[in-house]
């Protein structure tokens, strides 16, 4: 069964500094790995997937992922963090049946 | 390009009453996803359609809830009756297929509160 977990409920940065919400996974084969964000009382909006090649995957805003597969881990990372960054974001996994597994979520603060 | 449409965004119920929700996924999209999203929690999978064909309900309390995509489109998930652990947001989700590894595409979600 796959499965992906975020270690860390709520992460904090102040503005312009380097941010990064964790996640690691579980899965037999080959992972297809995705990152979501939540604004408050709106859906979940798109923001990367690894599926195979480079380890370092480019996404939307300025995001970034980091597949490590020695590590099992997906760590998502902005090189400098913005006050509208603030928002919830889910690691997922695509399962077999072709949906996403969802992990907790991880709140994310930008203290301007 | 229109995104998944969902109705209502909000509902308030008793417990033992009843509600239904809707979803219209962006065209063309085959797959259609409903997902239990609780506060605090990452969402759930409910049900996933594949045109208007079942592909996975395992995780859908079928005692209470029910879900159908007529003609392959739009769907509709009830529950009936509701108990107060329902309260939440349910999100509709629709991609181009299932077989593919492109990513899902939410609404902006139905949140009920039962009482």
């Known amino acids: 069964a796959q499965s992906v977990a975020q270690p860390e409920d709520q992460v904090n940065v102040a503005e312009g500094n380097p941010l990064t919400v964790k996640c690691t996974y579980s899965v037999s084969g080959n992972p297809y790995l995705f990152w979501y964000v939540q604004y408050p009382n709106r859906g979940l909006q798109f923001l990367l997937k690894y599926i195979t090649g480079d380890n370092l995957v480019k996404g939307s805003y300025g995001f970034e992922a980091e597949f490590n597969k020695s590590q099992t881990s997906f760590h998502l990372k902005k090189p400098s963090a913005l006050v509208s960054d603030s928002a919830l974001y889910f690691c997922?996994?695509?399962?077999?049946?072709?949906?996403?597994?969802f992990g907790t979520g991880t709140r994310l603060t930008v203290i301007p | 390009e229109a995104g998944v449409a969902q109705s209502p965004r909000y509902k308030i119920i008793e417990k033992r009453q009843s509600v239904a929700f809707w979803c219209n996924p962006i065209?063309?999209?085959?797959?259609l996803y409903w997902y239990q999203q609780i506060l605090g929690q990452g969402p759930k999978l409910l049900i996933q359609f594949q045109n208007n064909g079942v592909v996975d309900d395992s995780q859908l309390p079928k005692d209470r809830f029910s879900a159908e995509r007529l003609k392959g489109v739009d769907s509709t998930l009830k529950i009936q009756p509701a108990k107060l652990e329902d309260s939440a947001v349910y999100l509709c989700?629709?991609?181009?297929?299932?077989?593919?590894?492109?990513?899902?595409?939410f609404g902006e979600g139905s949140r009920l509160t039962v009482l």
């Open positions: 065209s063309g999209h085959a797959t």
């Open positions: 997922a996994v695509k399962s077999r049946a072709n949906n996403l597994f």
């Open positions: 989700a629709s991609s181009l297929a299932a077989g593919n590894t492109g990513e899902l595409f």
